[in-house]
């Protein structure tokens, strides 16, 4: 069993920025990690993907804002988020996608 926690949520104006961070409760230094989000009334979207080696892969609507990192002396997983816009507003949420293990999610909000 791993547990997921999710922090570094907040509300923030457009243009600026917030770093989450994700830490589990134990080693996962060879685990990919995603991280999502989910929007009210929209389906959760996969917003970065970090393997153990340190390759990230974005989709296009965060890609040069958004930068995955880790620290795997720490068992943390980073989100740096640049450049917020209102549509990021969602609930942000860590995960092993191998293991199915989710954190409880974080909430960000970007006001205009």
């Known amino acids: 069993q791993v547990q997921l926690v999710e922090s570094g949520g907040g509300l923030v104006q457009a243009g600026g920025s917030l770093r989450l961070s994700c830490v589990a409760s134990t080693t996962i230094r060879f685990n990919t990690v995603n991280w999502h989000r989910q929007a009210p009334g929209k389906q959760r979207e996969l917003i970065a993907s970090i393997t153990g080696g340190g390759t990230t892969n974005y989709p296009d609507s965060v890609k040069g804002r958004f930068t995955a990192s880790r620290d795997n002396a720490k068992n943390t997983v980073y989100l740096q988020m640049n450049s917020l816009k209102p549509e990021d507003t969602a609930v942000y949420y860590c995960?092993?996608?191998?293991?199915?293990?989710w954190g409880q999610g974080t909430q960000v909000t970007v006001s205009a």
């Open positions: 995960s092993l996608p191998l293991r199915n293990y």
